[in-house]
C-alpha cells in the first residue's frame, strides 16, 4: 500500500486599480485631478491545520440546468460517483473549518449563496452577525471571504450544509480552501 503525502500551499491575492479622472475648464486652461488607485493584497496560507495554514481544497466549475438548489455537504464532499467530486485526487473532503471561500459567476442566471436549512452553514451569523445571511450574485459578480488566523468552522450534521440557488441555466466557479476534520 502507498500513503498519500498530500500538502497544501495557497496564496491569496487581491487586486484592485483604477484611475478616477476629473477635467475642469476654466478661464484660462483646462485642470486635471486625477485620483489613483492602487490596492494591492496578497497573503499565503502553508500546509496545516492552524493560524496561517489550511490543508483541503475544494474546487469545481458547476454547470446547472434550469433554476436549480446546489447543497455542497462541507463535512463529506465526496468521490463517489454521483456526489461531488472530492479533490483533484480522488479523495473525500470533509472540513472542519473553512478559510477562504469564493464564488464567481461565469455565466447565465442569477447565483444567491445561502439558503434557510436548518443546517445551513452559510446560514449563521459568521460573517455578517446576520441570521439567514444571503449574498446575491448577478452577471459577472465575485464573492470571496478570507479569514487567515482562524476559521468558519463547520459543525458536523448542525451546521456543515452550503446551499447556492441559482435563478436558471447558470455556471459558476467554486472555491473552499481549510482545515480537515
Partial sequence: MVDDAKTLNTAVVMKITATHVNTRGTDIADV????????????????GASSEQANILYHERIVETGASET????????????NFP???????????GVKVLMVRWVSGGTITIGGTTAAEWFDTDMLFGITNSKIFLPAGGVFM???PTTV??????????FII??????TYDIVIIGISA
Fill in 32 to 47: 486635471v485631478i486625477t485620483d489613483p488607485l492602487l490596492l494591492n493584497f496578497t497573503d499565503t496560507l502553508a500546509n
Fill in 71 to 82: 447543497i455542497f455537504d462541507l463535512s463529506s464532499l465526496a468521490s463517489a460517483p454521483g
Fill in 86 to 96: 472530492g479533490d483533484a485526487f480522488g479523495s473525500d473532503i470533509a472540513f472542519a
Fill in 145 to 147: 471571504a478570507y479569514t
Fill in 152 to 161: 468558519w468552522p463547520v459543525d458536523d450534521n448542525s451546521k456543515d450544509k
Fill in 165 to 170: 440557488n441559482t435563478s436558471a441555466d447558470c
